[in-house]
């Protein structure tokens, strides 16, 4: 039993193996299999449908260019497939654009290894769990569209995606993340527009910023109508700003975080980052309190956190900070105005289940209007925090608490007040020991000491230095101007120019915001000079502080540092070559392309045919080489891409290569005559493919063979002429045919009406590449065919139905299209266009239809006007295409029997029906060696 298990197994490898031979293979124009490319590639418009497929199109080199050109890659929605798989961690300078692609786990994802110099470019990505799961370096992701996904763009956490782009991308309906970096580094997320379109779901963020990334940019995206805007957990000193985050939605109840109902997070343990410039609005809540509420901006166990400059509106909350430690917390310059209700709080400290604390932070330089509470310390402990030169409009209360009057008796020790609208504070105390400040700091509170009546008490405004006079703050003279340069220039900026001090104290300068991936910044004190340096593309918003080291503070507007990289360039076109099969051609880049940055050009290849041409590019040498390795004759039409690692990119001009090669004929002796007919074999020992110096194979020998309709043959070699004979014992009325299958002669069936019966017909087709005697020359002509009908009157023959094949290469040297090939006649001294048809095409020729009054010379040529369409109604054209014609065998001979779809000249033949026979076949050889193996056994 054992061994006959071992043998169903061995049958059944066997048969799985033979199903095989279309998994994997090389990828076509037009898929139908999963695949692999090696090479650039561009696909026919169409819809490719893979079920089953666990991988559809597999990319596992480098060099390459997917261009889709909006095909559908469709697959059936398992969630274990991928669409578009990078299989080589190595591959590098990759390419994937216009790509419809739908119905897999991943649309588009790799290995687990890191890729460089990755685009993806202008796809459209849907109804898949996740879009886009790569670890990039140097890669850009731009103008794809994603929607109907779990997760749009995820850069994987297996591997640090490092120094990449997303820009410019739509998401919509997501129910997971739209963007989600993680262990992510100098990444640029800008200019998206994320459309949650649904308003449910604690785990619906527009962009999500995890496992320690840092150094980030997210700026510039509109991320609207969803459970969460943007949200940092374990990230640090990254930079948000210049979003619009607006109209969201949370829902009371576990389908909302708990006390995270907002727009910006910074979540365990996340600090250094900066939030500056974002304009965030209408986040509403089915009901106040219960753990979900419209927050702005919300750090939770943060620190050393930077809020600036944003501006907020309507919401419940403006500000939460707190829930497991929050401290050194700036928040200076923001607007926060119109709270949606009279509960509403520009900063709350939140509360939970754990110790909880807000300490050493800074709420200075805020303008708050139209708020039901300023600030709120709610059974949080609240202590060494500085509240200062805030405006206060509008607000109903300016501090409360409701702590239990012993867990947090002294928490709120330490606080700096002041109000520079009308330097009094309304204060409002549940409890005996509530909020209050000791010492000078004023005010008190009501039964604790001095300045304070009732709930009215009057703040320290202004600040003054230690010797008793009144400071003033720096100023800023006048706007920052944004900065734009290069990655390899710098731009300096005179401090004088636009921040002074009135005291004349010495000011110290900080610079807030700027990514240092990006920018590098240098600041000389001495002669007050602040350079940026521009080191990777991208933009980063700035803002200068200035201190004066009594409480004096100012800050600049925010402006943005803007570094560019400029693309390659295409300095000449490159020219057309033609060389020998076998040798090879060379190009130095440097001719063709520069860079102004100086940077390193890449280069891939894009519509190369590597079963024509090899391409091979040295970079030390930056020299091309196109090695021919295909036939004869053959033209290869090529774009060279050059690409930077900054995403700079530039495509060279359409060049063709055009292989030549010499015939070298040798022949065997000619064979006994039989049936009027005598032939050879001739083999070119250059393997040139092509057969245009090649003598006849067969010549006449004896008399015609007899019979009503039968045919003989006769071919010769005269001079530039070929011939070939169809003999008719008798021909009756009504329809007549003749086919030839010498590859010399182009004229592959003749089809025509007699209408009188003749003896002896000889019906010979001639071909030359010269005119006949008393013709007139044509300007081009790629064969004049002389057809004579010896024994047959000329005015008994009427509709001619004419079918020949004409060389591809023929047609692409002279430059024309296959649809401008036609047939002539000459008749009464003059050529006359005949009605074309385009049939079909081979590997080597294409074929066509033609009618014709009568016979006599033809013209296979270009034709003007265009070419017609056929007759419908005439039946003899449907004949000569649909019927199969029997033909004796004539050697290295293709005869087309009926036309076929037209086939792309560059796509691999798809695999055919047949291959699903080869399984079958395995498993009845196996069925038959285990019948055997058992009669043996019951021997």
Same mark, same amino acid.
């Given at each position: 039993m054992q061994k006959r298990g071992v043998l169903w197994i061995c049958c059944l490898v066997m048969a799985l193996t033979s199903m095989g031979i279309v998994w994997g293979a090389a990828c076509t124009t037009t898929p139908s299999a999963a695949c692999t490319v090696s090479s650039s590639l561009m696909l026919q418009p169409g819809s490719y449908n893979l079920n089953g497929s666990v991988q559809f199109i597999t990319i596992n080199t480098s060099n390459v260019v997917l261009d889709c050109n909006g095909s559908l890659l469709q697959g059936n929605s398992s969630a274990n497939s991928f669409g578009i798989f990078l299989n080589n961690g190595a591959a590098e300078n990759i390419v994937i654009k216009n790509c419809n692609i739908t119905g897999y786990g991943w649309l588009i994802g790799s290995d687990t290894a890191i890729h460089t110099n990755v685009t993806l470019q202008n796809n459209r990505l849907y109804g898949g769990t996740v879009g886009i799961e790569l670890s990039l370096n140097a890669s850009a992701i731009f103008g794809n569209v994603v929607y109907n996904n779990s997760f749009g763009i995820l850069l994987s956490e297996s591997i640090n995606s490092i120094n990449s782009l997303i820009y410019n991308n739509s998401f919509s309906s997501y129910t997971g993340n739209a963007i989600q970096l993680l262990n992510a580094t100098n990444i640029s997320v800008y200019n998206n527009t994320v459309y949650a379109s649904t308003k449910t779901g604690n785990a619906s963020r527009g962009i999500y910023i995890g496992s320690s990334s840092m150094q980030n940019r997210i700026y510039n995206n509109l991320i609207y109508d969803g459970a969460i805007g943007i949200q940092l957990e374990s990230a640090s000193n990254n930079d948000i700003y210049g979003n619009t985050i607006r109209d969201f939605y949370c829902v009371l109840g576990s389908t909302c975080p708990a006390d995270v109902g907002s727009l910006l997070v910074a979540i365990i343990p996340s600090s250094g980052n900066r939030i500056y410039n974002n304009f965030i609005t209408n986040i509403t809540t089915?009901?106040?309190?219960?753990?979900?509420?419209?927050?702005?901006?919300?750090?939770?166990?943060?620190?050393?956190?930077?809020?600036?400059?944003?501006?907020?509106?309507r919401l419940e909350v403006a500000f939460g900070v707190g829930s497991d430690g929050a401290s050194n917390i700036l928040i200076a310059n923001n607007t926060a105005e119109n709270g949606s209700s009279t509960s509403s709080f520009v900063i709350m400290a939140l509360s939970g289940d754990l110790t909880e604390d807000f300490d050493n932070s800074s709420i200075l330089d805020n303008t708050f209007r139209n708020w039901g509470t300023f600030y709120q310390c709610d059974d949080v402990t609240c202590s060494g925090n500085r509240f200062y030169q805030n405006n206060l409009i509008n607000i109903s209360l300016n501090a409360v608490t409701s702590d239990d009057g012993s867990y947090f008796n002294t928490s709120s020790r330490g606080n700096y007040w002041s109000d520079i609208s009308d330097h009094s504070l309304n204060m409002s105390d549940t409890n005996t020991d509530g909020i209050y400040?000791?010492?000078?700091?004023?005010?008190?509170?009501?039964?604790?000491?001095?300045?304070?009546?009732?709930?009215?008490?009057?703040?320290?405004?202004?600040?003054?230095?230690?010797?008793?006079?009144?400071?003033?703050?720096?100023?800023?003279?006048?706007?920052?101007?944004?900065?734009?340069?290069?990655?390899?220039q710098n731009v300096s900026i005179n401090l004088s120019t636009y921040l002074s001090d009135a005291d004349g104290d010495s000011l110290t300068f900080t610079v807030l915001g700027v990514n240092a991936s990006l920018v590098t910044t240098t600041l000389n004190s001495t002669i007050g000079l602040l350079t940026f340096n521009g080191s990777f593309p991208g933009a980063t918003s700035a803002v200068l502080n200035a201190t004066d080291g009594y409480g004096g503070y100012v800050g600049s507007n925010n402006f943005t540092l803007t570094v560019t990289n400029r693309n390659p360039t295409l300095l000449t076109n490159i020219p057309n070559m033609s060389f020998a099969k076998g040798s090879n051609t060379t190009l130095n880049m440097t001719t063709y392309f520069s860079d102004a940055d100086g940077d390193t050009i890449n280069y891939a290849e894009l519509s190369l045919n590597t079963t024509l041409v090899n391409a091979t590019y040295n970079s030390t040498t930056t020299i091309y080489f196109f090695t021919s390795n295909a036939t004869g004759g053959t033209v290869q039409h090529i774009i060279l891409n050059a690409s930077d690692s900054y995403g700079g990119y530039a495509e060279s001009n359409n060049f063709s290569i055009i292989?030549?090669?010499? +015939?070298?004929?040798?022949?065997?002796?000619?064979?006994?005559?039989?049936?009027?007919?005598?032939?050879?074999?001739?083999?070119?020992?250059?393997?040139?493919?092509?057969? +245009?110096?090649?003598?006849?194979?067969?010549?006449?020998?004896?008399?015609?063979?007899?019979?009503?309709?039968?045919?003989?043959?006769?071919?010769?070699?005269?001079?530039?002429?070929?011939?070939?004979?169809?003999?008719?014992?008798?021909?009756?009325?009504?329809?007549?045919?003749?086919?030839?299958?010498?590859?010399?002669?182009?004229?592959?069936?003749?089809?025509?009406?007699?209408?009188?019966?003749?003896?002896?017909?000889?019906?010979?087709?001639?071909?030359?590449?010269?005119?006949?005697?008393?013709?007139?020359?044509l300007p081009v002509a790629y064969k004049y065919i002389t057809i004579t009908h010896g024994k047959l009157a000329e005015e008994a023959i009427t509709q001619v139905a004419l079918v020949f094949t004409v060389d591809k290469v023929w047609v692409e040297t002279n430059g024309f299209w296959k649809e401008e090939i036609g047939l002539s006649r000459f008749a009464d001294g003059q050529w006359t266009a005949l009605p074309t048809t385009f049939v079909a095409e081979d590997g080597t020729s294409y074929r066509y239809e033609a009618t014709s009054p009568g016979l006599s010379v033809f013209a296979i040529t270009k034709h003007v006007p265009p070419?017609?369409?056929?007759?419908?109604?005439?039946?003899?054209?449907?004949?000569?295409?649909?019927? +199969?014609?029997?033909?004796?065998?004539?050697?290295?001979?293709?005869?087309?029997?009926?036309?076929?779809?037209e086939a792309q000249p560059s796509a691999l033949p798809t695999a055919s029906r047949a291959w699903l026979a080869i399984p079958a076949v395995v498993l009845l050889l196996c069925a038959g060696i285990f019948v055997a193996y058992v009669r043996k056994r019951t021997r």
């Open positions: 089915d009901s106040f309190g219960g753990g979900s509420m419209g927050i702005g901006i919300t750090a939770l166990t943060a620190s050393d956190i930077n809020i600036t400059n944003n501006t907020i509106t400040d000791a010492g000078s700091q004023f005010p008190y509170r009501a039964n604790k000491g001095a300045n304070m009546t009732s709930s009215t008490a009057v703040d320290n405004f202004p600040y003054k230095k230690q010797n008793g006079w009144n400071n003033l703050n720096p100023a800023l003279l006048t706007n920052i101007p944004n900065q734009s340069f290069n990655r390899t292989i030549t090669c010499q +015939e070298n004929w040798t022949y065997s002796a000619w064979s006994t005559c039989s049936g009027s007919t005598q032939t050879r074999t001739a083999i070119d020992t250059n393997s040139c493919g092509t057969t +245009e110096n090649r003598s006849a194979l067969s010549q006449s020998c004896t008399s015609a063979s007899t019979g009503s309709g039968g045919s003989g043959y006769a071919g010769k070699a005269a001079g530039n002429s070929v011939s070939q004979s169809v003999s008719f014992t008798d021909m009756d009325v009504g329809e007549n045919k003749a086919t030839f299958s010498f590859k010399d002669i182009p004229l592959r069936s003749l089809v025509f009406i007699v209408t009188q019966e003749a003896k002896n017909v000889k019906i010979t087709s001639s071909a030359s590449t010269k005119a006949p005697q008393g013709v007139t020359v070419l017609v369409e056929p007759q419908q109604e005439e039946p003899i054209l449907k004949q000569v295409v649909s019927e +199969e014609v029997e033909l004796p065998a004539f050697p290295q001979e293709i005869i087309l029997e009926e036309p076929v779809a």
